[in-house]
């Protein structure tokens, strides 16, 4: 199973007020069928907990090319990339029902010990991959994404207990909710990003706060990154636009 395709129909829960989607919500379609190809492949939850070891993503990518309305229906596909010492990569498509492409996105995933939390080689599992070397890589993160610095007054950001995951570790998704918020926040708008990518750097847990520091990503985007009460970084995010901000 080279490639794990599923139809999806956009609910209201789904879009923010002008009926585009949300950023945590298509990063949560794609974390779920990203589980659910890794778990048909062998190397899903289960499979993984039974080697001790279990999967942290590290670094998402998405490119939007059509924002999809409510109540649309659209089919993601995935696939997995490149092993590469201890990252496995991840790729997606969203499409229309026409075919039309509506977005693509790339990952880069990290095995952690379940004892220790250090990392392990990605080849442990690479035997029970699919070729997909004919498939297409959308994002290849050649290039660093830049942080912004704890300075001035940050946004205060308390994690619940309902936005953990199974991991008992705030939700991959949500740390987008988060980034999306805080740009939003400064902007004082709802903002149609075209382009979303966030890097995890340390997982956080509930009752923890996170500090959130926004800054300019040239004249349409925004840089947020978040830090922990102890100042260790979190995460990193970029949302970004292709048309400028006051034509929003």
């Known amino acids: 199973m080279k490639i794990l395709s599923e139809n999806l129909r956009i609910r209201y829960r789904d879009v923010n007020r002008e009926g ?6 298509w ?4 974390q779920e069928i990203a589980a659910d190809h890794a778990e048909a492949l062998g190397f899903g939850y289960h499979g993984m907990t039974e080697l001790g070891v279990f999967w942290v993503l590290a670094r998402m990518r998405l490119k939007i090319l059509r924002q999809p309305r409510v109540e649309e229906t659209m089919k993601l596909e995935t696939w997995p990339g490149t092993f590469r010492r201890l990252f496995a990569a991840r790729h997606f498509r969203f499409s229309a029902a026409d075919g039309e ?3 693509v996105a790339s990952s880069q995933w990290m095995i952690l010990s379940l004892e ?3 990392p392990q080689r990605v080849e ?8 997909t070397s004919d498939l297409p890589v959308h994002f290849d993160f050649a290039s660093r994404l830049a942080g912004v610095p704890p300075e001035g007054d940050g946004m205060l950001f308390p994690v619940r207990f309902s936005m953990e995951d199974i991991n008992g570790h705030l939700n991959n998704a949500e740390y987008m909710r988060l980034a999306q918020d805080a740009a939003e926040q400064v902007l004082q708008k709802p903002m149609d990003f075209d382009e979303l990518e966030v890097v995890y750097h340390s997982a956080v847990r509930a009752p923890e706060t996170l500090t959130l520091y926004t800054a300019s990503d040239g004249a349409a985007g925004k840089l947020v990154s ?15 636009r292709s048309a400028p901000e006051d034509k929003a």
Do not use: H
């Not at 978040?226 to 970004?240: E, H, I, N, V, W």
């Open 116 to 118: 220790n939390q250090r």
């Open 124 to 131: 442990i599992i690479a035997e029970r991959c699919p070729d």
């Open 27 to 30: 990063f949560g379609f794609m």
């Open 20 to 25: 585009r989607l949300k950023a945590v919500s």
């Open 226 to 240: 978040g830090y922990k009460a102890d100042g260790t970084l979190s995460f990193c995010a970029a949302l970004r």
């Open 101 to 103: 492409t509506l977005a």
